[in-house]
């Protein structure tokens, strides 16, 4: 949403933290900044709570005994932030300027916010397929996240879509899991490492669909029942599975931050092995915006805790300088 012409500016909204994206990494860090007397706020985005709003049951978060949902556990964690004094901000931030020395990030709302530090979560999106019967059995068989959801599927016979790395992990974590995995790939050979290869093809377990891609999923109202799949000659064949699993990559919400911050090739920001500090004073990151590797809640919620006590400590520094 653009600013009319003539329109007056509005006075940025300060903090001394900013926090963008409001997944596990950027509660934790608002709850870690707020105790620190930090007085964060925190700019929610477009999809509050980030990916585990859309993941049901939440089995392996530490300190519950029962499964959880994502959506609640994700109102907890906002809800702790803002008691301990964190401001939350429903808003989507489209441009930052990190000239300093005050940080500046851009609102749809017309806002502007300022800040002395800056902690980015805004986190990753799995990609999907794109058919209506994807979003339709979401949750109900239809899941982007193995680690998060295989043990749902135990001793039964599931599908991963997907050629590369992600697709092969993927299969051989639900293969110790599942009655049976099929990997389904669109191509007559997988994009990913030999080694990954041999034991994807080696497992008893897992099968491959070659040549194939997902038509359509289907099911009732208990969830998937089967995948319809095309071929290239025109042909359809049907897969009975009760799970599917989206394994076609991940893609970091980063790309505001495009000519400010080093990315690699697939637009995770690039960090020093094992730091949440980026290449600009005071502007630092976690989560999965910046973790290509474990995309764990969990994981997440640790970086969040790293970048608020580096955000204190270098606040800390700027007072005595």
């Given at each position: 949403?653009s600013?009319?012409?003539?329109?007056?500016?509005?006075?940025?909204q300060?903090?001394?933290?900013?926090?963008?994206?409001?997944?596990?990494?950027?509660?934790?860090?608002?709850?870690y900044?707020?105790?620190?007397?930090?007085?964060?706020?925190?700019?929610?985005?477009?999809?509050?709570?980030?990916?585990?709003?859309?993941?049901?049951?939440?089995e392996?978060?530490?300190?519950?005994?029962?499964?959880?949902?994502g959506?609640?556990?994700?109102?907890?964690?906002?809800?702790?932030?803002?008691?301990?004094?964190?401001?939350?901000?429903?808003?989507?931030?489209?441009?930052?300027?990190?000239?300093?020395?005050?940080?500046?990030a851009?609102?749809?709302?017309?806002?502007?916010?300022?800040?002395?530090?800056?902690?980015?979560?805004?986190?990753?999106?799995?990609?999907?397929?794109?058919?209506?019967?994807?979003k339709?059995?979401?949750?109900?068989?239809?899941?982007?996240?193995?680690?998060?959801?295989?043990?749902?599927?135990?001793?039964?016979?599931v599908?991963?879509?997907?050629?590369?790395?992600?697709?092969?992990?993927?299969?051989?974590?639900?293969?110790?899991?599942?009655?049976?995995v099929?990997?389904?790939?669109?191509?007559?050979?997988?994009?990913?490492?030999?080694?990954?290869?041999?034991?994807?093809?080696?497992h008893?377990?897992?099968?491959?669909?070659?040549?194939?891609?997902?038509d359509?999923?289907?099911?009732?109202?208990?969830g998937?029942?089967?995948?319809r799949?095309?071929?290239?000659?025109?042909?359809?064949?049907?897969l009975?599975?009760?799970?599917?699993?989206?394994?076609?990559?991940?893609?970091?919400?980063?790309?505001?931050?495009?000519?400010?911050?080093?990315?690699?090739?697939?637009?995770?920001?690039?960090?020093?092995?094992?730091?949440?500090?980026?290449?600009?004073?005071?502007?630092?990151?976690?989560?999965?915006?910046?973790?290509?590797?474990?995309?764990?809640?969990?994981?997440?919620?640790?970086?969040?805790?790293?970048?608020?006590l580096?955000?204190?400590?270098y606040?800390?520094?700027?007072?005595?300088?």
């Amino acid at each position: 949403m653009s600013t009319p012409q003539n329109a007056p500016q509005q006075a940025p909204q300060h903090a001394p933290v900013m926090i963008i994206g409001s997944g596990p990494a950027g509660c934790t860090a608002a709850l870690y900044a707020a105790r620190a007397g930090l007085k964060p706020m925190l700019i929610r985005g477009m999809q509050p709570g980030g990916q585990l709003t859309i993941t049901t049951d939440v089995e392996n978060y530490p300190g519950f005994v029962q499964p959880i949902q994502g959506p609640w556990l994700m109102e907890q964690m906002e809800a702790q932030a803002a008691h301990h004094g964190t401001t939350l901000i429903t808003d989507h931030i489209s441009k930052v300027d990190f000239t300093g020395p005050r940080h500046l990030a851009y609102g749809d709302s017309g806002q502007v916010y300022s800040a002395d530090a800056v902690i980015i979560s805004t986190g990753a999106s799995a990609k999907w397929l794109g058919l209506p019967s994807e979003k339709a059995f979401s949750g109900r068989g239809v899941s982007a996240c193995a680690t998060c959801d295989g043990a749902f599927f135990r001793n039964q016979d599931v599908a991963v879509i997907g050629g590369g790395n992600s697709a092969l992990e993927e299969a051989l974590y639900l293969a110790n899991l599942c009655r049976s995995v099929t990997l389904i790939h669109r191509r007559d050979k997988f994009r990913g490492e030999k080694v990954m290869q041999d034991r994807a093809l080696n497992h008893p377990k897992i099968s491959v669909r070659w040549n194939s891609e997902v038509d359509e999923f289907l099911g009732g109202p208990m969830g998937l029942e089967k995948i319809r799949l095309k071929h290239p000659d025109g042909t359809t064949s049907e897969l009975v599975v009760t799970g599917a699993f989206i394994a076609i990559g991940h893609k970091p919400n980063t790309d505001i931050f495009a000519d400010w911050l080093s990315r690699d090739e697939t637009g995770y920001l690039v960090l020093p092995k094992g730091s949440v500090t980026t290449t600009i004073p005071g502007v630092f990151a976690a989560g999965d915006v910046a973790d290509s590797i474990y995309r764990q809640a969990v994981t997440a919620a640790g970086m969040g805790c790293m970048a608020a006590l580096d955000a204190n400590r270098y606040l800390e520094r700027l007072q005595h300088s």
